[in-house]
């Protein structure tokens, strides 16, 4: 019971921001935007080094001074594979009327504005997955308090990226409801892919250390591609540099204190 509530409170984070269309009338400031963007950001950047990286290497200790390699291996291929689904995946970003990905004839601005959000869940569900495997089946690396901290690091982050993703769609002339509806289903990947971890947890242990790198390299590829830079264009750049700041010791406190 404990591991589903912990899978599932990500998605109460982007449920909560998606509702953000109800009470909010005006779209979002831009300069909240951007702080909540690199927020966002230092969340993921402090959740891959502390919740993921260094349990990884803890766990490879066996390999002595080689106990780097799987850590370093998952970040590449991590890194790898976002860039393929990057290339692969049709979406459009706010504030860019240039698609993304492959052709996408016939594809509505809303929906590739939800997939490219579902892009940037897919390595967080992930991760939560592979966090909570972890710790159900490895000794002292990762902890159940530590998977929780981890979850409860991107519910948070996951608050601004619910509201960013809803509330632009009401000025596309989506009613709030749909709009409510398009930023909770993009956030629905991420239990289910944290589901489908854990089901195959047994069979994943002894890859766990380039796993949980893996799933590092890919949330970090997502923030220095596409979230950092959308905090840091236009004035006022240093509000997201400062939200960085807020987000990553947010998130390193959380790991430290609830491990």
Do not use: R
Request: proline share 5%; aromatic share 6%.
């Amino acid at each position: 019971m404990n591991i589903l509530i912990g899978i599932l409170i990500p998605l109460l984070g982007t449920t909560l921001g998606a509702a953000c269309v109800f009470i909010m009338k005006k779209e979002m400031n831009q300069l909240v935007n951007k702080g909540l963007l690199g927020f966002a950001s230092g969340v993921m950047i402090a959740a891959s080094v502390w919740s993921l990286i260094i349990p990884a290497i803890d766990m490879s200790d066996g390999m002595g001074k080689l106990a780097f390699l799987p850590a370093a291996i998952g970040v590449l291929v991590g890194i790898a594979f976002m860039l393929i689904l990057d290339k692969i995946i049709p979406h459009l970003h706010l504030d860019n009327d240039k698609p993304e990905g492959l052709k996408s004839e016939g594809i509505k601005k809303t929906t590739m504005l939800v997939l490219a959000v579902v892009l940037h869940n897919i390595p967080e569900g992930m991760a939560v997955g592979i966090v909570f495997a972890g710790a159900m089946n490895s000794e002292n690396a990762i902890t159940i308090a530590g998977a929780f901290a981890l979850s409860i690091g991107i519910a948070i982050q996951n608050f601004p990226e619910g509201a960013i993703i809803s509330m632009p769609l009401v000025g596309e002339g989506i009613s709030k409801g749909k709009a409510f509806s398009y930023g909770f289903l993009s956030g629905i990947v991420e239990p289910i892919g944290a589901i489908l971890t854990i089901l195959f947890s047994t069979a994943l242990t002894p890859i766990m250390p380039y796993l949980l790198s893996f799933a590092a390299g890919a949330m970090i590829y997502v923030v220095v591609e596409e979230l950092i830079p959308e905090s840091s264009s236009g004035e006022h750049s240093d509000i997201g540099t400062i939200g960085f700041a807020i987000g990553f010791v947010v998130m390193m406190v959380l790991d430290v204190a609830l491990s």
